[in-house]
């Protein structure tokens, strides 16, 4: 593991969600929750679990949270393996 890496791992969720998006020139936007609001029907929709951070994809219609942006990340930093 490089220094890089160990401070990769220590960024919280929603930060390591937007450098992996700001590095591959993907565009998106923030939607800024109240703590209560993660419990909310509306949110539980995305988010069953009711926790941070979720995407949606809109152009695929698919819904990523928790261990599966955490498989995305690791996707990301070990191509082609």
Do not use: H
Not at 50 to 70: F, H, K, M, Q, Y
């Amino acid at each position: 593991m490089t220094e890089t890496d160990d401070e990769f791992s220590r960024v919280c969720a929603y930060r390591k969600v937007a450098i992996i998006l700001a590095e591959l020139n993907i565009p998106y936007n923030w939607k800024v929750l109240e703590f209560n609001e993660v419990k909310d029907p509306s949110y539980t929709k995305v988010n069953p679990n009711g926790r941070l951070p979720a995407i949606e994809d809109p152009n695929t219609g698919i819904t990523l949270w928790e261990v599966g942006l955490e498989s995305v990340s690791q996707m990301l930093k070990y191509p082609g393996r």
